[in-house]
C-alpha cells in the first residue's frame, strides 16, 4: 500500500464568515488498496451495549423493502447543498441529494440502502441522511460511543471513480448556521474513495487554512479494512470520544482496532472547547465526485456505474460513566450568584469560546434562532425572584436582533421574562441587560431559548443571574 500523504480534498464543511473562519479545502493522508467483489454479510441487529454502557440512541433499520428512513430519527438533507450555504455542499460533489426511495430506503433485511444513481442526461443523484438528535457527546468525566456496521458501495476500479461513502458527524452549532465549521468540529469516522481498500478517520477544528488542526487537512488517519475488504463486506466503524482520561481523546476504530486518536493537549484549550463544549449530529451520505474523489483521478466518469449502495446495518450511540463535578449537582445552582454560560448541563446550537470580558474565562456563542442552553437544578429559594439579567454581546449585522428569554422546566413552556438585544458594537463588546420576570420561587430546570426573525448569530451570553 502506498501512502499518499497530502493530497488534497475539498470537505464537505463550507466557508465560515462568523469570526473570520476562512474558505475550506481539505487534504488526508490517502492510501489506496485493491478491492474484490462478493456478496454481503448477513445483516445483524443492535448489538446489546457492553457493561458499564448506556444506548442512547440506536436506529437496526427494519423495515419493509423500499420504504424511507424513521423521521422520528433521521431528517433528509435534499439539494446540492444547506439553504443559504455553499453550492455543492461545499466540497465541489456534483449530485443532487434526495429523499425518493430511489436513493434512500431499507433493503427489507435490516440494512439502510443509499444509492447514487444516473439518469439519461448523465445527471446524478444520491442521499443523505442526518440524525434529528444534535446532543450527542460525552457526560462529565464519561465517554460517547457512535458506531455503525457498514458495507461501502461494492465497486472498484474504473467503475467505482467518483464514489464518496461517509459516516461522520458535525458540530450542533452548525445546523442552521451553515457557516462556522471547522470551528464548531467536524468527526468523521470512516470516508472512502473510488472503491479502494482504504478508510480514513479525521478530526477537523479551529480555523481554516492552517491553524491549529493543520486545516485544510485536519488531524486523520487511515487503515485498510481486513479478512474482506471494505466493499466485499460489512466492517464495524466505531468513534470514542473520552473524558474519562486525564487528557480528553478522540479515538477511532475499525472492528475493534483503535488506528487513529486526537487528544486535547494537540490543540490550544480554547480551540478544543469550540470544537468539544457542545453536542453532534451523525450523517450517513454517498457523494460522487469532488475534493476527495479528485485526489485518486477525479471522477465520476462514463465509465462509473451507477447503483451500487452503501449498506447499513445499525447506528447506535451510547454513553458510560460520567459524575463529573461540573456543573453543579441539580438543586444546587444558586438564582442568586452569577451563572457562567458555558457550564450548561444542555444545550443545541452552541459554541465556547474565550471572553475578553472582565475576569476572562470563557462565553457561550452563535447564539441564533432555536438555539437554547439549559441550567439544572436553579434554587430560587422562597423569596420570589422578580428580574432577570444576563451579560451579552452582539455583532450581529444590520437588521439582525432576537430575545434572549427564560424558560421554567421545559422548553416547551412559554418564557417567563426576555429582552431584546442587537448589535452591542462587537462580539467581544459586553453589556449587562436586565428584564423583569414573572415571581419565581423553588427549584427549576432554568432554560434560556433564543428567537429571532433571522437565521444569523445575534448574541453571546458570558453569564446570568436572577434578583429580587
Known amino acids: 500500500m502506498s501512502d499518499t500523504s497530502g493530497i488534497p480534498r475539498t470537505l464537505r464543511r463550507p466557508r465560515p464568515l462568523r469570526r473570520a473562519l476562512l474558505a475550506v479545502v481539505s487534504t488526508l493522508a490517502l492510501a489506496a488498496g485493491a478491492a474484490t467483489a462478493a456478496s454481503p454479510s448477513a445483516s445483524a441487529s443492535v ?6 454502557w448506556t444506548q442512547v440512541f ?15 430519527n433521521w431528517r433528509y438533507a435534499t439539494g446540492k447543498g444547506y439553504p443559504g450555504g455553499p453550492a455543492n455542499w461545499g466540497t465541489g460533489e456534483i449530485e443532487t441529494m434526495t429523499s425518493s426511495t430511489d436513493n434512500v430506503s431499507l433493503d427489507g433485511n435490516g ?80 470516508e472512502n474513495t473510488q472503491g ?51 487528557v480528553e481523546e478522540i479515538r ?3 472492528d475493534g482496532n483503535n488506528f487513529h486518536t486526537v487528544r486535547a493537549n494537540q490543540v490550544d484549550a480554547t480551540t478544543w472547547a469550540n470544537a468539544t463544549n457542545h453536542g453532534y449530529f451523525v450523517i450517513l451520505n454517498v457523494a460522487m465526485g469532488g475534493g476527495f474523489p479528485d485526489a485518486f483521478g477525479g471522477g465520476p466518469d ?59 474565562g470563557q462565553n457561550v456563542g452563535a447564539l441564533a434562532n432555536g438555539d437554547w442552553l439549559q441550567f439544572k437544578g436553579v434554587n430560587f429559594g422562597s423569596n420570589p425572584a422578580r428580574q432577570f439579567s444576563a451579560r451579552v454581546a452582539s455583532g450581529a449585522g444590520a437588521g439582525v436582533s432576537g430575545l434572549v428569554e427564560v ?7 412559554a418564557p417567563i421574562g426576555s429582552f431584546a438585544v442587537g448589535n452591542t458594537g462587537g462580539w467581544q463588546s459586553w453589556r449587562t441587560i436586565p428584564a423583569n420576570i414573572s415571581n419565581v420561587t423553588g427549584t427549576h430546570d432554568v432554560y434560556l431559548t433564543f428567537t429571532s426573525g433571522q437565521p444569523a448569530d445575534f448574541v453571546n451570553v458570558n453569564w446570568f443571574t436572577f434578583a429580587h
Open 47 to 52: 448489538p446489546p451495549p457492553p457493561s458499564g
Open 196 to 246: 479502494n481498500n482504504t478508510v480514513f478517520a479525521t478530526m477537523h477544528c479551529g480555523t481554516s487554512p492552517g491553524g491549529p488542526c493543520n486545516e485544510t487537512s485536519g488531524i486523520g488517519g487511515s487503515t485498510t479494512c481486513q479478512g474482506t475488504t471494505c466493499q466485499a463486506g460489512f466492517h464495524t466503524y466505531r468513534m470514542e470520544w473520552d473524558r474519562s482520561t486525564s
Open 252 to 254: 477511532f476504530y475499525l
Open 302 to 360: 462514463s465509465g462509473t456505474q451507477p447503483g451500487h449502495s452503501m449498506l447499513v446495518d445499525y447506528v447506535q450511540v451510547l454513553t458510560s460513566g460520567g459524575g463529573g463535578t461540573t456543573p453543579p449537582p441539580s438543586g444546587n445552582r444558586d438564582a442568586y450568584g452569577t451563572i457562567q454560560a458555558e457550564s450548561y448541563d444542555g444545550q443545541s446550537g452552541v459554541l465556547t469560546e474565550s471572553t475578553s470580558d472582565s475576569g476572562g
Open 58 to 72: 440506536a436506529d437496526d433499520f427494519n423495515g419493509a423493502a423500499g420504504s424511507g428512513v424513521n423521521t422520528s
Open 407 to 413: 424558560r421554567l422546566d421545559s422548553r416547551g413552556n
Open 111 to 190: 440494512n439502510l440502502r443509499i444509492t447514487p444513481r444516473r439518469d439519461g442526461s448523465g445527471n446524478w443523484t444520491s442521499g443523505r441522511v442526518e440524525t434529528n438528535r444534535t446532543d450527542f457527546q460525552p457526560p462529565a468525566g464519561g465517554k460517547l460511543r457512535v458506531e455503525s456496521r457498514i458495507q461501502v458501495p461494492n465497486v472498484t476500479g474504473a467503475a467505482a471513480k467518483g464514489y464518496w461513502p461517509a459516516f461522520w458527524m458535525l458540530g450542533a452549532p452548525y445546523r442552521g448556521n451553515y457557516w462556522n465549521w471547522p470551528a464548531v468540529g467536524e468527526l468523521d469516522i470512516m
